[in-house]
């Protein structure tokens, strides 16, 4: 029987068997986010069209000509999100993604040995060391239950410039690694200084011992992953020798008070769906969040240095957010960036208070603003542009909305005070409960692409046997996810008031500290929030007054946003509190698998935060005199700084020798912390006063 014929038949039938694997997926690739920009497209072109017809009802002012586009830049990336999250309902529900990196794990998987040397990188900057030391713990004794902890190394990367607490944190981690059964697995080293932030460490890290690793998966100070997921992350790289990053779901937990509660929720009931249509979109041409993820440390040395923003202000100099920047240099070098978004085992944790989150929020804006700049940059992927500007809107979105909300009560006003038609509730802005139908579609269509994600989330566990018990029964996912989303509403409002201020304030010039994370349930005390949310509270009275006296058909739909505005104080205050979050838990409200049926590492960093609160209280002695009267302190110390050949110029140390001599005349109580900071990084210094 001939065979040659009917092969050659069905290529001719089908052409895109003539194409190549690689072929193939991009052509995949490319319809899927056809049909993303398609829906997309068309969901911003129907709402506006309703905004059109209401806002036309009358005629059209000069404001209204305004809030036309306006409105559409704002509705694009709510139907973005909404069909991204409608494609991954779609895949986690009904179907597998044949372009996953996961897909063929299952079968790589086996107890075979691996060969290639992984260091676990973690950075630290005035962190607790008692944390992350439990943590590193954690995840050594997961990773030694596979068998394979021969090909991993652990290193903490100190940029602490508190010289207390430097000391402390060699303290800390020399008692670790007393505990450790493979102690040569972990390495402390510290910068003289913390130049380039986190991104500055990583690359030192990478100079001084990446050559003896092919990976690095870079850690936060709170994060914890399971032994599997780093062996995994390692075979899914050595089985894509084309991916440069693989990221891997960071799932927040560990938090009790009620704000960290709705995030640790709202994470693992809503972040499936978003993160499996993102994959699916995305392909190799993914996201970096700058930690919990796995890279190929070779391309990342030669392609991925951050250029220096040239300028003053805050959208110059280093740049802050730098992961997004990595990835678009890895994509732009041809490597690819993966989103693995079905791995599980990687864990994180979530500033505890509205208060902390504002704060993190507040670093995270001048840091995405600063991508703005980067958007043209020679060589960029249109994918990585794509992410840049979406963090760029993530926070600009915020003093777009406040300003479309100005100018439709502007116009309300205006047309209730000047009346161009003759008839206040004849006009269209103040008219809005005339148009009952236009406006009611309107307001669905934009609150529908909203919520419907989060009924994606819910149904997805609803229907998956043995999902719903995992979140304490079905009565009470159901229940939790209708006080999520009456949470979300009210505070939305405060987010987008304090989003709008970081943004203001990044362009009037004002450049924000780089400071470490809040990681304790430490409650906001109401004379702080108070403070902090003073003005969010006046302003919403002030504009719920207004609207109320003088446009009173366009008060009810301002409500949602005023309300938030003017309970922006107990909100916060409330939120703060681990009584209250301990109470949702007791009523099996926000419960997440990670409670129910914690994991392995996550059992074993709860056991090793207890013993740490169960051990004696650690040295009360400032950190120099420690280092001057403990010889293996001391010699710790220096095994962790640099080597002589960075010294520093003859100016600096002229000036630590200044340092050196006050210290001997007047004694060590006389330095102040950045001068004893200095004297720590000198052996010399630090010998010469040693008794």
């Known amino acids: 029987m001939n065979f040659i014929e009917p092969l050659t038949q069905r290529r001719t039938a089908h052409p895109t068997l003539l194409l190549s694997a690689a072929e193939q997926s991009r052509l995949r690739l490319i319809a899927r986010r056809a049909a993303l920009a398609l829906a997309t497209a068309s969901t911003a072109a129907f709402a506006t069209s309703h905004l059109i017809d209401v806002v036309m009802e009358n005629g059209v002012s000069p404001i209204e000509c305004a809030m036309v586009p306006l409105f559409v830049v704002l509705v694009l990336p709510i139907a973005l999100s909404f069909w991204i999250a409608t494609f991954g309902f779609v895949m986690r529900r009904f179907r597998t993604d044949e372009l996953s990196i996961t897909r063929d794990l299952a079968h790589s998987r086996s107890n075979a040995a691996l060969f290639a040397r992984t260091a676990i990188v973690i950075p630290v ?21 596979t068998g394979q902890l021969h090909t991993f190394e652990f290193f903490i990367c100190s940029d602490t410039t508190d010289p207390d607490l430097w ?37 030192e890290f990478c100079a001084r011992f990446g050559d003896r690793f092919r990976y690095m998966v870079v850690f936060d100070a709170d994060s914890v992953m399971s032994g599997a997921t780093l062996v995994d992350l390692v075979r899914m ?34 972040g499936p769906v978003f993160q499996a249509g993102l994959a699916y979109v ?6 970096f969040y700058g930690h919990n ?21 805050p959208l110059a100099g280093h740049i802050l957010s730098h992961d997004f920047v990595e990835a678009a240099f890895m994509r732009r070098a041809g490597f690819k960036v993966y989103f693995a978004h079905d791995l599980g085992g990687s864990f994180e944790e979530c500033p505890p208070t509205l208060v902390d989150f504002a704060a993190r929020e507040r670093r995270w804006c001048q840091g995405n603003m600063q991508h703005a700049r980067l958007l043209r940059w020679p060589g960029l992927n249109f994918i990585s542009r794509v992410h840049m500007a979406m963090g760029v809107m993530a926070f600009a979105s915020a003093p777009l909305w406040l300003l479309l909300l100005v100018l439709s009560t502007v116009e309300g006003l205006r047309e209730h005070w000047v009346g161009w038609s003759g008839a206040a509730r004849e006009s269209s802005i103040a008219g809005f409960a005339d148009s009952p139908l236009r406006s009611g579609m309107l307001f669905a269509l934009v609150l529908g692409m909203l919520f419907l994600p989060k009924l994606y989330g819910l149904t997805l566990h609803l229907t998956t046997p043995g999902r719903a018990r995992r979140f304490g029964g079905a009565e009470q996912l159901g229940t939790s996810v209708l006080l999520e989303s009456l949470f979300s509403v009210l505070l939305a409002p405060t987010m ?15 450049v924000v500290q780089w400071t470490s994370q809040e990681r304790d ?10 403070r902090r949310h003073a003005g969010t509270t006046a302003l919403g009275i002030a504009w719920g007054a207004l609207a109320w006296f003088a446009t009173p058909s366009l008060f009810p739909w301002l409500l949602p946003f005023l309300i938030g505005l003017v309970l922006s104080i107990p909100l916060s205050w409330s939120t703060s509190r681990a009584s209250a979050g301990r109470k949702a838990r007791e009523r099996g409200w926000f419960v997440t698998p990670e409670e129910t049926d914690p994991p392995f590492v996550l059992r074993r960093l709860a056991a090793e935060l207890l013993r740490e609160q169960r051990a004696e209280p650690t040295e009360s002695r400032r950190g120099l005199e420690r280092l001057l009267l403990d010889d293996s302190l001391r010699e710790a110390h220096f095994a962790a700084l640099p080597s002589d050949e960075d010294a520093p110029d003859p100016l600096q140390e002229h000036a630590r020798r200044g340092i050196e001599l006050k210290a001997r005349l007047r004694g060590l109580a006389t330095l102040t912390p950045r001068e004893r900071y200095e004297l720590q990084t000198s052996r010399s210094a630090i010998a010469a006063l040693s008794p």
């Open 496 to 510: 987008a008031y304090l989003h709008t201020r970081f943004v203001l304030g990044v362009l009037r010039g004002q």
């Open 282 to 287: 995305q392909g190799g041409e993914g996201n």
């Open 293 to 313: 993820a796995i890279i190929r440390i070779q391309p990342f040395k030669e392609h991925c240095r951050l250029p220096k923003l040239d300028g003053e202000g």
């Open 167 to 203: 000391v402390e944190e060699e303290a800390s981690y020399a008692r670790l690694k007393a505990r450790l059964t493979q102690p040569a697995r972990l390495t402390y080293v510290k910068r003289r200084r913390n130049t380039e932030h986190k991104a500055g460490n990583i690359a």
């Open 125 to 145: 900057h005035n962190e607790d060391p008692v944390r992350v030391a439990a943590g590193i713990k954690a995840t050594f004794d997961s990773l030694a239950r």
């Open 521 to 530: 349930d430490v409650a906001t005390p109401f004379s702080e929030a108070a």
């Open 237 to 270: 790289m050595e089985r894509h020798p084309d991916a440069g990053i693989i990221q891997a779901p960071p799932v927040p937990v560990n938090r009790q008070t009620l704000f960290a509660r709705l995030q640790q929720f709202s994470a693992r009931v809503y």
